[in-house]
Structures are given as C-alpha cells and as structure tokens.
C-alpha cells in the first residue's frame, strides 16, 4: 500500500489487542430505568464533555440489549464505565464493570439500594468518574490512519438529493476508504427492497452471496409484516415518490467495491472492506411488539460493530448525534445545509450544481473525516447531542454472554 499523505495520520488511543479509538469517552451506563436520573446527573457533576450518558430501560431479559451494551464497553472510543444499577434489575452493573477491566479499562459500579439512596449514590458516582477521567489522562496514544478506521453510514429524512449527492458522496468516500485498508459498514437493509440482485452481484464470494440474499428476504419478511416500507410522508414532501426510488438513493451510500458479508449488531467485521449491517429482528414472537426502527437505534446499531466514525445522510435535515462517536451529518440540499448549518457538517450540494465532480467532493470529505477522526468536534459534539436508542429485540445469534442475575 502507497504511503498516505500526513494530513491522512494522527493520534489516536490504544487499547487492548491492538485496537485503536479516536476518543477517549467514560460511559455512565444505567443498567435500568430506575436508575437514569442518578446517572444523568453524575455526568452532569462530572461537568466533562467526554462523560456520556447511556444505558437500558428494561427490567426483563433481553441478549439483544445486553451484546449492545458490552460492544460499547469494548468499543475503541471508550476508555472506562461506571455502571450504575437500581439494585433489583436483570442486568448486573458489576458483571459489566469486570467485561470493562478484562479490555483493561478503568471502571467502576455501584447499586443505588446499597449506597442509600439518590444523593449518596450521586456523590459516590461523581468521586468514580473523576478518578476515572484521571487515569484516562495516563492513555498511551499511537499513530492511526485510514487504514485503521471503522465507518458507518446510514441515511435518515431523505429527500431527492440523497440519491443524487448526499448518500453518492458518502459511496464515493467509501470506496476510497476500501482502497486505503479501512473498513465501510452500509445498513438499512429495509431500504434496499427491489434491489437484491445489485446487492448479491456484488457479493465477495458464494458465503457472502447467501448471507446478503437470507438478509434481503428476512427484511421484505418483516417489512409485509408489520405493513410499513420504509418510506414516509416526510420522503414524499422531499420529492421522492417510491420505495423503489428510495431504495436506489439509499443503496448507493455503499459505493461499488465487494461487499464481504453481512454483520449482525453487536459484532465487529473480522477483516477489512465493505460490509452489510443486518439490523432487522429476526423471526421470532415479539412479546414487547414490533421494533422501533429510526436514525437513533440506526447509528447505535452501527457503533455497535465498532464503528469509530457514523454518517448520517438527511435530505431535509436532522439534529441529532451520538453516543460513543462522532456523528458527520451531511446534506445534498444547499437550502437545508444554509438553513440548519448550525447542525449540519457537510454540504453535497456543489456537485449538483456543477462546482466539483464527484470526486473531488469524496476529497473533501476526506479531508473532514481525518480531522474530525483527530480531534476536532462534529456539529453534534459541540451542541452536546448524544442521542441514543437500545431497543427489545429478537437476535438469534448470541454474540455477548449471559448476564447471570443474583
């Protein structure tokens, strides 16, 4: 591989295994919903903006919840936890504090019940984290470049620009990172319905070829099950007019380079190259309902497989980010970009107006990726966004272990 120019290296964190971050987060992961507000507001007397506020409501077993929870303990971006539990819940905050110290990162645990209530567990919570965020100063960094990188994209509040500059900048860039020795995550495999035979075409081999077709077929399953395509009101305001419309603009945010396989969340590409996200549930009686798919349970989704950068092509604009990494929103509409530039990160729309090719504009993102991939704050960082969304849901693969109640 050619050398890449220094604007394309800088520092990142190490961790175990050789695994790279970008950032260097603590998490406050509440372990149900009883116990958000304490931990919502020991990040807030942490008062650090690398203290990230995350966790699950339920009380009832549910894997898929819990492998989400220990990718993000194991993911590079984070560098310790503390895991704060009512006391009573299904999912135990010290079994996750020791999956954290196994990847050899600081942590911590509490159970309100056992400190006496919310103000004492409050103040225990702020004394962790501050010792935490100390030792994290102490992280040996190392050098990283594209070559290191895991990227997800997804698309969300589409309008006629995503197919023709937003999600064609993004394939663009994709297949540069491909090319350089990195590693791209497309999903939304609901929003490839009529397309399956561009998808398996591209497929690396006759493994990957079968996992993309039982994906594809899974998801058209669901989609006439629950009677919803993925497709809106707000699509058909933006200029779009089908699923199948819609379904050749989301597509093509995957690029053109082979596509390795199909990941489920949770689990991390085991080789660089391109790859298909399948997060839609597997068959199974939804006792809590069906899914809730949207742009927050998208990019968890995403980060979930280790994704050190999300994308988020939106037509018509969004405002949200994310938890754990850097959110990059990009919009192929210039009205949109001009009026919600506070929020967006990038602007496509040159391209449609004959300012720049294609290429030049995947340069330019480029460009943004290894700064932000550096240090510099997205949009979302600086505004404080950091949505999330850990839904029930139907995995038939396990990919974590069991989270053994007391």
């Given at each position: 591989?050619?050398?890449?120019?220094?604007?394309?290296?800088?520092?990142?964190?190490?961790?175990?295994?050789?695994?790279?971050?970008?950032?260097?987060?603590?998490?406050?992961?509440?372990?149900?919903?009883?116990?958000?507000?304490?931990?919502?507001?020991?990040?807030?007397?942490?008062?650090?903006?690398?203290?990230?506020?995350?966790?699950?409501?339920?009380?009832?077993?549910?894997?898929?919840?819990?492998?989400?929870?220990?990718?993000?303990?194991?993911?590079?971006?984070?560098?310790?936890?503390?895991?704060?539990?009512?006391?009573?819940?299904?999912?135990?905050?010290?079994?996750?504090?020791?999956?954290?110290?196994?990847?050899?990162?600081?942590?911590?645990?509490?159970?309100?019940?056992?400190?006496?209530?919310?103000?004492?567990?409050?103040?225990?919570?702020?004394?962790?984290?501050?010792?935490?965020?100390?030792?994290?100063?102490?992280?040996?960094?190392?050098?990283?470049?594209?070559?290191?990188?895991?990227?997800?994209?997804?698309?969300?509040?589409?309008?006629?620009?995503?197919?023709?500059?937003?999600?064609?900048?993004?394939?663009?860039?994709?297949?540069?990172?491909?090319?350089?020795?990195?590693?791209?995550?497309?999903?939304?495999?609901?929003?490839?319905?009529?397309?399956?035979?561009?998808?398996?075409?591209?497929?690396?081999?006759?493994?990957?070829?079968?996992?993309?077709?039982?994906?594809?077929?899974?998801?058209?399953?669901?989609?006439?099950?629950?009677?919803?395509?993925?497709?809106?009101?707000?699509?058909f305001a933006g200029g779009l007019s089908t699923i199948e419309e819609k379904s050749?603009?989301?597509?093509?945010?995957?690029?053109?380079?082979?596509?390795?396989?199909?990941?489920?969340?949770?689990?991390?590409?085991?080789?660089?190259?391109?790859?298909?996200?399948?997060?839609?549930?597997?068959?199974?009686?939804?006792?809590?309902?069906?899914?809730?798919?949207?742009?927050?349970?998208?990019?968890?989704?995403?980060?979930?497989?280790?994704?050190?950068?999300?994308?988020?092509?939106?037509?018509?604009?969004?405002?949200?980010?994310?938890?754990?990494?850097?959110?990059?929103?990009?919009?192929?509409?210039?009205?949109?970009?001009?009026?919600?530039?506070?929020?967006?990160?990038?602007?496509?729309?040159?391209?449609?107006?004959?300012?720049?090719?294609?290429?030049?504009?995947?340069?330019?993102?480029?460009?943004?990726?290894?700064?932000?991939?550096?240090?510099?704050?997205?949009?979302?960082?600086?505004?404080?966004?950091?949505?999330?969304?850990?839904?029930?849901?139907?995995?038939?693969?396990?990919?974590?272990?069991?989270?053994?109640?007391?």
């Amino acid at each position: 591989m050619k050398t890449l120019p220094e604007e394309y290296r800088w520092m990142g964190y190490k961790r175990k295994g050789g695994k790279k971050g970008i950032r260097n987060r603590v998490l406050v992961i509440y372990t149900v919903k009883c116990s958000e507000f304490v931990a919502r507001r020991i990040a807030e007397l942490a008062a650090d903006s690398d203290v990230e506020v995350l966790g699950f409501d339920g009380c009832t077993d549910n894997q898929y919840a819990v492998n989400l929870l220990i990718s993000l303990i194991r993911h590079p971006n984070v560098g310790g936890i503390l895991a704060v539990g009512l006391g009573c819940e299904y999912i135990q905050p010290e079994w996750l504090s020791n999956i954290a110290k196994e990847e050899e990162k600081e942590s911590a645990w509490l159970f309100i019940q056992n400190e006496g209530g919310t103000r004492t567990a409050i103040n225990k919570g702020v004394e962790e984290v501050q010792r935490i965020l100390k030792k994290l100063k102490q992280t040996p960094r190392v050098e990283m470049g594209f070559d290191d990188l895991v990227i997800g994209a997804e698309c969300g509040g589409s309008d006629y620009t995503s197919g023709l500059a937003g999600n064609v900048v993004v394939g663009r860039f994709f297949d540069k990172l491909v090319d350089m020795g990195g590693t791209a995550i497309f999903e939304e495999i609901v929003e490839a319905i009529g397309l399956v035979d561009l998808l398996t075409k591209r497929a690396v081999d006759q493994k990957a070829k079968e996992e993309i077709q039982y994906t594809y077929d899974k998801a058209l399953e669901y989609c006439k099950a629950v009677r919803q395509y993925s497709v809106s009101p707000g699509n058909f305001a933006g200029g779009l007019s089908t699923i199948e419309e819609k379904s050749m603009g989301a597509v093509v945010k995957s690029g053109s380079r082979p596509i390795q396989g199909v990941l489920k969340v949770s689990v991390e590409a085991n080789k660089p190259g391109l790859w298909l996200l399948d997060s839609t549930p597997d068959p199974h009686w939804m006792q809590f309902g069906i899914t809730n798919p949207n742009d927050n349970e998208g990019l968890m989704d995403l980060i979930s497989c280790g994704t050190h950068i999300v994308f988020l092509v939106t037509g018509r604009g969004n405002v949200v980010g994310s938890a754990v990494s850097p959110c990059i929103k990009i919009t192929g509409n210039h009205d949109t970009f001009r009026r919600m530039e506070e929020d967006m990160d990038f602007d496509a729309s040159p391209v449609l107006e004959g300012q720049c090719s294609q290429d030049e504009l995947a340069e330019y993102l480029t460009h943004m990726v290894a700064e932000i991939a550096s240090g510099k704050e997205t949009k979302s960082e600086m505004l404080g966004h950091r949505e999330y969304y850990i839904p029930y849901k139907y995995q038939e693969k396990e990919v974590g272990r069991k989270c053994v109640c007391r």
